[in-house]
């Protein structure tokens, strides 16, 4: 990693940062707001200054438009180790689909970035970040 923590890394350690222009990421992010009863994720987009900061620090402004990215206290995981780490601590019987990962790493983003790369085409892009309401506008850093 190239530069010293980001702040907003620092202060949250339970961060997803998605890209706020696909659908299937922002309701990604809606599913993991409506489950998460303890509140612990704060959330940000890619294209909003603490999401290129986050790039930055990681020295992977190319991933912006290719991952999902979770920060647990200060540890990045990326593609598929991300998606199952947030998934598992949803608790409830979410934590069964932890049996991912049973699939090597590499498999398991392969079959990521094989769905990443399709998902504005089968969930369409937005023209703009979606406004923070309610709940989301308190966990958007």
């Known amino acids: 990693m190239a ?24 309701a990604w992010m809606s599913f993991v ?16 200054e603490s999401g290129a900061e986050i790039l930055q620090w990681l020295a992977a402004p190319h991933l912006a438009d290719e991952t999902l990215i979770y920060i647990q206290k200060g540890r990045p995981y990326y593609r598929s180790a991300a998606f199952l780490k947030i998934i598992i601590s949803l608790g409830k019987g979410w934590y069964l689909l932890a049996i ?7 498999i398991r983003d392969w079959l990521y970035d094989r769905f990443a790369e399709r998902r504005y085409g089968l969930f369409g892009k937005r023209q703009t970040c979606p406004a923070p309401d309610g709940d989301f506008k308190n966990r958007l850093v």
């Open 100 to 106: 991912g990962f049973l699939l090597p790493q590499g």
């Open 3 to 26: 530069k010293e923590m980001p702040e907003v890394v620092r202060k949250n350690p339970n961060l997803i940062v998605v890209d706020g222009l696909c659908h299937l990421c922002c």
């Open 33 to 48: 707001l409506k489950r998460d009863s303890e509140r612990r994720f704060k959330f940000t987009f890619f294209q909003a």
